[in-house]
């Protein structure tokens, strides 16, 4: 029988195991009613393993982790999945698409540097860019709209630039700061119990 505290990393297992499968739909050059299906069950999967995950006080740092390689397979397999099926979107969106892969290894190479970890912050701008690549995916293997792909582009560059910023200001590696705002706060508490353990 599983375990309620193993919802939230079998949820994580579900999106890895979706995203190729994604992709093997892609390979004849077009996709069937199950790709959009599939997308949803992992979107949906990534929207409810923290929600459960806190609820249930189990959102430890390696599940947290787990999560993020989880979206980063997945939204990697939605890439491999539109050049097989629409080259020319990839083709016309060439500069704003590689522009935002800058963007992110910029964040992954700093966060690197100075922690030696991936981020794993899982801010609100990292959820307003899943909402955008859901709105811009279903767009695109839906309906074959794909200007709706601006809408990623430029929340992945508001959401690695805040994040940039909060790999800077912090002064150790965390999981779950929500914002900006929130690394702040983390950073003048750790100045203030440095401060005071100097002090003691």
């Known amino acids: 029988m599983i375990k309620l505290s193993h919802i939230p990393s079998l949820l ?6 979706i995203a190729p499968l994604l992709v093997f739909d892609a390979l004849d ?4 009613y199950w790709f959009i299906i599939g997308y949803v069950i992992a ?21 947290r982790q787990a999560d993020s390689w989880a979206d980063i397979c997945l939204y990697l ?8 099926v629409y080259p020319q979107v990839i083709i016309n969106f060439r500069l704003p ?4 892969i800058a963007i992110q290894l910029i964040l992954f190479a700093i966060s690197l540097i100075k922690f030696q970890k991936f981020p ?17 995916t279903v767009g695109l293997f839906g309906f074959s709209y794909a200007n ?7 929340f992945c560059w508001i959401n690695s630039l805040e994040e940039i910023v909060m790999t800077l200001i912090l002064p150790t590696w965390q999981c779950d700061v929500l914002s900006i705002f929130h690394a702040m706060k983390l950073r003048k508490v750790f ?6 353990q100097d002090e003691m």
């Open 12 to 17: 994580v297992g579900m999106r890895f195991t």
């Open 43 to 63: 979107v949906l999967s990534d929207i409810f393993d923290g929600i459960i995950a806190r609820r249930l006080k189990v959102s430890t740092t390696q599940l």
């Open 120 to 136: 794993s912050f899982h801010t609100y701008t990292a959820k307003a860019w899943g909402l955008t690549l859901l709105i811009a």
């Open 97 to 100: 698409l590689l522009s935002a």
């Open 29 to 32: 050059h077009q996709t069937s």
């Open 148 to 154: 709706t792909l601006w809408l990623p582009i430029i």
């Open 191 to 196: 100045i203030l119990e440095t401060t005071i």
């Open 77 to 84: 397999c939605i890439a491999v999945s539109t050049w097989l």
